[in-house]
């Protein structure tokens, strides 16, 4: 791998499918992984195999139809989980185990009522299980986000020792600064024995909403893997949302960090996804939410018809979107009313337009938004008393 590609490792169909009520059935999770291989994605977290039947025959379906992607089933450092994952995955082209446990101190105390020294010894058991399945081991280390760096260091080394060729380091809790966050990652790279054999991964929620920030700052001190999921779906407040993590790193070259995904498929599989599961995306979602591109401001609307980069950071055709939207509402100009009337088939002059303009505003202060039935309504009242030319 070129040292400036940053893997997009997906996990919708795990940890996006533990939000509540967005439970997906195989042939549907059949259809999104299919998408996740086709926009590029590195690696598919196909699901929990231990978890139930109908798990196992998700991932072990995805696992025959995936053809470009790495298929990855998770278990917990648990050798019956190991077993059932590494049959689900056995029909995969490049099958990858993800095994791991807590390290924190409160998940050592209070969840495994264990120590420091026998998590990690299960940790390493774990992994040299896992590796006699299939070469490709991400180990992850829950709760990293509030574990000692030292004593994460210690079970990195472990791990990469017995045979781990990822290490996934999640703030499970979404409490890490961006700053504190990096700086974890860079200790790690700085720390730990071997870790340039091995690929550094961040896995960040979004309690705080920081989860994007977080990954960024992760891949800035050397992480080369990025675990979100698409619109940004996920246990509590989610996890990093991969469609504004991607866009960030094309939108800043100058990190000189890459991704395999077309980006032009973004949107359609925001829809896929906000369809299939039932999940409502907010309007004011970055990259794909509706208002995305989407101006009603007059001086915006100027602003963006003049020149679209006056407003906007990204064309919308990168993600998918067809065009920005100039919407009219009570506080748009003289420029947008022009330029939709113009979309629909009328071409005004200036006394024209200040005739309509009136009449315009007249309309938006009762409702909250102009639409081009009452455009054409706005028009006939003014051809009333002046001559209107259809383009």
Do not use: W
């Not at 509030?146 to 290490?167: F, M, P, S, W």
């Not at 790193?249 to 960090?257: F, V």
């Amino acid at each position: 791998m070129q040292n400036n590609q940053v893997q997009i490792f997906d996990t919708t169909l795990r940890d996006g499918e533990q939000v509540p009520g967005c439970k997906l059935d195989t042939k549907q999770k059949l259809v999104i992984a299919e998408r996740l291989d086709l926009l590029g994605v590195n690696v598919i977290e196909a699901g929990f195999p231990v978890s139930s039947p109908g798990d196992f025959n998700s991932v072990s379906e995805i696992a025959k139809i995936v053809k470009n992607a790495s298929v990855c089933g998770l278990t917990r450092a648990v050798e019956n989980d190991i077993k059932v994952a590494a049959e689900a995955l056995k029909f995969a082209k490049h099958p990858r185990i993800h095994t791991g446990i807590g390290t924190s101190d409160s998940h050592i105390k209070y969840k495994f009522k264990s120590s420091r020294d026998a998590v990690i010894e299960r940790a390493v058991k774990a992994v040299s299980y896992a590796k006699s399945f299939v070469e490709d081991i991400e180990f992850y280390a829950e709760d990293a986000g509030r574990t000692d760096n030292a004593y994460l260091a210690k079970v990195c080394e472990a791990v990469i020792k017995a045979g781990a060729t990822v290490l996934n380091i999640p703030d499970t809790t979404g409490y890490c600064l961006p700053e504190e966050y990096g700086a974890k990652i860079k200790y790690l790279r700085e720390n730990v024995k071997g870790i340039d054999n091995v690929i550094l991964s961040c896995h960040c929620h979004n309690d705080l909403g920081m989860a994007t920030a977080n990954s960024i700052s992760g891949v800035i001190n050397g992480a080369r893997q990025i675990e979100c999921t698409i619109n940004g779906i996920g246990e509590r407040a989610g996890n990093t949302a991969l469609e504004e993590v991607v866009m960030v790193l094309k939108q800043h070259p100058y990190l000189n960090l890459e991704t395999s995904i077309n980006t032009k498929l973004l949107y359609d599989t925001s829809i896929m996804v906000r369809e299939s599961m039932g999940m409502p995306v907010q309007p004011n979602k970055a990259i794909v939410g509706a208002n995305a591109f989407a101006h009603s401001s007059g001086i915006h609307q100027d602003g963006v018809i003049k020149n679209r980069e006056t407003y906007e950071i990204m064309d919308p055709e990168d993600v998918g979107v067809t065009e920005s939207a100039i919407v009219l509402t009570a506080r748009s100009g003289r420029a947008a009313l022009a330029y939709r009337a113009k979309k629909i088939g009328y071409e005004l002059t200036k006394v024209q337009l200040d005739s309509a303009y009136k009449t315009f505003l007249e309309t938006a202060d009762k409702q909250k938004e102009v639409k081009d039935d009452d455009i054409h309504q706005i028009m006939k009242k003014v051809s009333e008393s002046s001559k209107i030319t259809m383009i």
